[in-house]
């Protein structure tokens, strides 16, 4: 049985475990302040070609998203964001537990525009309703998609006007900038984002995720916010370690492009086949609307999410890679839908 | 320079990277649902000798507290601690923002006792005042001391009586275990405690505690609350590994007595120096009191906290010690501690 | 300028200033023990004709909805809502401020069906979302629209198939009780609502609800939780005192119905006139759909809010009477409206 | 039975509800912008010869106190507050409900000092401990104490020293500006305090509380935390016109001072007699110190709380008088206090 369901599925990165384990007897300052967090502090403050950021290191991307909002957001301010967004629908009501309420929007696609946006903007009136003071977007997004560069400049500047902070999860990250038809480059993030993280949980990390603070409104007092979640890691430098390797000679965009190479090889081979997407992911996670009958047999060798039913007939499933995804595993998966669809195409021409 | 500042300064124990490096291709379900994290659950039933408890991997102390108190209180209900408790002073108002109020007791040493506790069940009144429904302590304390077994069952005694959870935060447990003195034994915690955790982060493990869920009352859904509030793991199988580790073999509490004989053999050569300390601890936490003049030498080359100024001379200083503490550092520290002894014996006798 | 804003834009009804006035130097218990809270909620129980309740007097409609939720859900259960629902648009986050997530569902016409809600359950999976525990709705809607018995009993089915608890928001209960088609009498809510509240605020009562809990499940302890979100009143003979007047001799009702026939009689007057409205409202509540010019019109002798712009020419507006609107002013605005019609038809009609 | 039990257990002063009777058919704006507020805080204004302040009506002192505190405080910003503060005991957790901790300090009467103020401020580290950020203190105290104006000026240095808030919950505040030996005027506060409140319930209204903000930071949207906490008020009018008729005449400061008047002549009595006090109160709450023996006798025609044991054979008593106390009243209750006084001294002298 091979597992298609998530890009956590393997453990961390050969690199990463050679480091901790080489350093395991190292002495390091608690909380975020050892030497190697700030190594990958500066080594990600070189990647995005910005020096004046605060990095912080966490253990999981829920805590980043809830501490990130709880930390910009007055009592009565709210955030927008997709209704298929992590935080409206996965997070087990994260961000209403730290007080705030989230204002979604249904998207065709996952990705946000400024006219959805104006949309919830449209709604405040007065000290009723909540105040819009940010916009959660995802990218790649939980379908796969991704966000051209002038579609995030197009809400910066949506943001700009309603003074509204500009959130970006990057769970995913190295794989929308290592997808094909990706314009936004790393350094173009600080001059788009207030506040975005790079997921390392989801490529080739343990458990890590980078937080990068670009405003100057948010960067006081954001270390109590950590601590006050319980997201501020005693042992840091296992944290900093974690993105050392990541971001040593682009570790984490090589895993990334690995991981989107196998996706896309099986989204080749789907497209060959004669069958469509959901959406048009160039991402590590495909979304292919098969015949239930294939999805049956293949589910007696792979497991993976049958992600929305179609008609009577069809089923949309996600197959998602990781940086860890053997390519003779792709290769096979091929090789047993090509079976399929031939006995399927056989049994209709019968 | 060495440090003594906490036990969290060095990475993992050698076995659990082990590990974690022999896994890392492996295919995990995610979320705690893994072989791993069910092993190491099925390892510390045995060892607490208890079947019948629910068993969680969380990444801190600061998470597991706060989820395990909110989640076992509704939201005008308050928790007993000791005002030297983890959660009343060095969590940031982790628990207030959760909704729930500490009320908090003076004690000599850290240590509850049931008259503490029913000094603030006296306060109780009515719907004006919170509803008294949880006591939480931490074994050892703070203060390094420990609870006896007496100690322990006398304080379930007055939780029952009053329809009150227990929680021990054990984020040193190995070290109250494995102390001289103790008498409490690991089967002992399911029957005293509601829920409980065993401390992996400050004993050997990259990052990772044990929940242990006794109280039939709190274990539906609690799943939902570790995912509320940022700690359900995605690669649940990393702590769960960390914890397989940890319990084979007992490594978990042979690290915890190395720990502890390095802090007590430091305890000894101080008695032996005629000086006192401020707690009587026989875990791998000394405070002793030694002039201030000594203390400015030994930070020229060791970290460690001072603690509580004593008098205009003297300061309590707190020595950590960990799983990873060198024997060979520790008979360093203690020749440096005896020349500097002695070059202020001669000087109070010239 | 007379104003159909709102009916709360006068003060309380004549008889409850005389009952105030007269026992302003009678002592009387605090919070709620008083014994005019005693009798109005035995005036409410014979009301309802049902004993085993348990009732209690808030100063608004804010406070009630979110003690009233907040003291029903665990932190990770959520409330279904449709989107137009008061909680969800004008209450600033309120509920969200108590750290429970609004599950909001799209209505035509502001009621929610069990296929709204069949829709918001399907979204459940597991420990990732929240739990669905609690439908809210309100009658009448802030649509002005209605629930017959049988939509109800319908909802209530759906909540009991799934373990939620059905909250009624009667902020203008009275309203939808005396609505022309109502077939829903007062001792039917307590067979269907877990909890629902009588409002006084907006039908004759200077600011007080009437709380009705009938699900034994949540009647413990509820005192804290007014007390802890700050609307236990300590003058609680003043909401005490209201619910006696408004109860004693159906006075509740004669007002509502005042209220609902002078909006009917607008509303009649409207058809005749051959407008459309917005929505299809037999209460005190009207949403006629008329051309802008008139409304510009309208507004240099009345205050309304324009509700809804239907196209470039048309909106609709939203009338609101109150116990206190007198006919003579109803007259008076059809006059005016008359006018304004016969002039934009001769208009039309050169 | 005649009750000493608190100020609120009368009604609403009779130029209240007469002005709440002539206005019943009045049409006044909502949520506090009608002409009544508008007018009692230009009249409050004047009282305190301070234009440049914001002032609100809320419906009670625990949803004013929570809502000032959770205004003015971000999440991991905590309130100083003595141990027998009003929020800290008496308000079941409000504060912490909003997400806050209240960190306590013992004082011997109830008053706040700079130095209790600095033992709090001493315990702050990092972001491992909450920030302090404001001082919360009660004018008169909860025993009957009151400040004066140089101890106020003492702490409002340490406030701004510390760069803390002050914020004074004035729910007794007429009574502590009528007290015998106060030198605190009504216009010093808004230089003292950066928001406090002027409490009408416990002062002839029926149940009405005036905030005024004076520290331009806490402005911005204030109106937002009022709509979310549930304080509101829809008829806001019915709250303006309380502080209206307060506010006209002084009628506040003669109502606090009847009540203050008719206490200390107890209290006059009472020290005649012998007795001592547990406080030193000017105000209108006395806590005569007396024989358990007497307070049996009492307890048969007066109700008041027995505040604190004090020996085997005494307690102290607490004793309110409010507005509406008729002095005859004290005369009674004088007469059976010496009947019962002499009874007791010829039984000690046989």
């Not at 080749?268 to 086949?273: D, K, M, Q, V, Y």
Request: glycine share 6%; aromatic share 8%; with cysteine.
């Amino acid at each position: 049985m091979y597992s298609f369901i998530c890009d956590y599925s393997e453990g961390a990165h050969p690199n990463i475990l050679k480091s901790l384990a080489s350093t395991c007897y190292e002495q390091n300052e608690g909380y975020n302040y050892d030497r190697h967090c700030i190594n990958a502090a500066n080594l990600i403050k070189k990647e995005i070609n910005h020096e004046d950021v605060d990095v912080y290191f966490l253990p999981g991307g829920t805590p980043t998203n809830l501490i990130s909002i709880a930390a910009c957001l007055r009592s009565y301010e709210a955030v927008i964001a997709p209704s298929t967004g992590h935080i409206e629908v996965h997070e087990t009501g994260a961000i209403e537990a730290t007080g705030h309420k989230i204002l979604s929007v249904k998207t065709p696609d996952g990705k946000l525009t400024p006219s959805h946006i104006q949309e919830v903007l449209d709604g405040f009136e007065d000290e009723h309703t909540v105040r819009r003071k940010m916009v959660f977007l995802t990218n790649p997004t939980e379908n796969g998609t991704i966000y051209l560069k002038s579609e995030l400049l197009a809400i910066r500047k949506i943001c700009d006007e309603n003074d509204m902070y500009l959130y970006i999860d990057g769970a995913r990250l190295g794989s929308a900038i290592m997808a094909e038809g990706n314009d936004v480059k790393m350094e173009d993030l600080p001059k788009i984002a207030d506040i975005f993280y790079i997921g390392g949980t989801k490529n080739g990390a343990l458990m890590a995720e980078a937080l990068i603070i670009v405003n100057e409104k948010i960067k006081p007092d954001f270390r109590f916010h950590i601590k006050q979640r319980g997201a501020l890691t005693a042992k840091g430098s296992v944290l900093g370690i974690q993105f050392e390797e990541l971001m040593r000679d682009k570790l984490y965009f090589k895993l990334a492009k690995h991981s989107n190479d196998m996706a896309q090889k099986m989204a080749r081979e789907f497209e060959r086949l004669g069958f469509t997407f959901l959406t048009d992911s160039p991402t590590n996670q495909i979304f292919p609307i098969i015949p239930n009958t294939i999805i049956t047999e293949l589910e007696k060798s792979y497991q993976f999410y049958v992600w929305q039913i179609i008609d009577k007939d069809h089923s949309a499933i996600r197959l998602v890679t990781s940086w860890a995804t053997p390519e003779e595993r792709i290769n096979e998966f091929l090789k047993d839908l090509n079976q399929l669809a031939q006995s399927l195409h056989m049994i209709k021409n019968l």
